[in-house]
């Protein structure tokens, strides 16, 4: 059974860098069926995605994130980290870890779903 | 960006009504289209994918329907375990987008 456990600091200061890690157990970051990633939803809001990416390189980020974003996978470690810079009070939200499942349309196409979820970390951008 | 639209935000029902919610992409997405439930305090649950398909171990009483541009999402008699939010999600193409969510409540 697949279970995802993001970790990381509940409170950070505006201007500086968050950092969260996300635990796989009962499953395999290298899993060539798999991608992973980040989803975060701000207090009484909806869902925002902020990327995935792939065990050999590949990521995606969301544009309107991407020039503070930086996400990695530690194969050895069996986890994968997001990182995410100069965080103001709008980046205060609970943040998922997902995994998404590879989906192929022919001929090539490559499409992911988010089939499970980590339960959740609250981070606050505050002084 | 793909721009997913609910309707509606708030939905108050009973038990054993049947619900539908709708989901209108601003462009065609084809079937890429999945729902998933909310608790509160609680990561949300896959419930169909590929507009229709049932995810495993969800009860039959939900159904998803629609392609190109309009989706829904219906409970056939609403449960006690139902009342909660529901976001629809495209993944046709990146940046990957939500609908704002409904939140079903009870009458």
């Known amino acids: 059974q697949l279970q995802l456990q993001e970790s990381g600091p509940g409170l950070v200061k505006p201007s500086e860098t968050l950092s969260l890690t996300c635990s796989v157990s009962?499953?395999?970051?290298?899993?060539?069926?798999?991608?992973w990633g980040w989803i975060r939803q701000p207090p009484g809001k909806g869902l925002e995605w902020i990327g995935s990416l792939y065990f050999r390189g590949g990521t995606f980020y969301n544009p309107s994130l991407k020039s503070r974003v930086t996400m990695s996978v530690d194969t050895s470690k069996i986890q994968f980290s997001l990182r995410l810079t100069s965080v103001t009070v709008a980046d205060t939200a609970v943040y998922y870890c997902?995994?998404?499942?590879?989906?192929?349309?022919?001929?090539?196409?490559?499409?992911?779903?988010?089939?499970?979820w980590g339960q959740g970390l609250l981070v606050t951008v505050s002084s | 960006d793909i721009q997913m639209t609910q309707s509606p935000s708030t939905l108050s029902a009973s038990v054993g009504d049947r619900v539908t919610i709708t989901c209108r992409a601003s462009?065609?997405?084809?079937?890429?289209l999945a729902w998933y439930q909310q608790k509160p305090g609680r990561a949300p649950k896959l419930l169909i994918y590929?507009?229709?398909s049932l995810e495993s171990e969800v009860p039959l009483r939900f159904s998803g329907n629609g392609s190109g541009t309009e989706f829904t999402l219906t409970i056939s008699s609403l449960q006690p375990d139902d009342f909660a939010t529901y976001y629809c999600h495209q993944y046709h193409s990146y940046s990957y987008t939500f609908g704002q969510g409904t939140k079903l409540e009870i009458k």
């Open positions: 462009q065609t997405i084809s079937t890429w």
């Open positions: 590929k507009a229709s």
């Open positions: 009962g499953g395999s970051v290298s899993s060539s069926s798999y991608y």
């Open positions: 997902v995994r998404l499942a590879l989906v192929i349309v022919p001929p090539s196409t490559e499409l992911t779903l988010v089939d499970s």
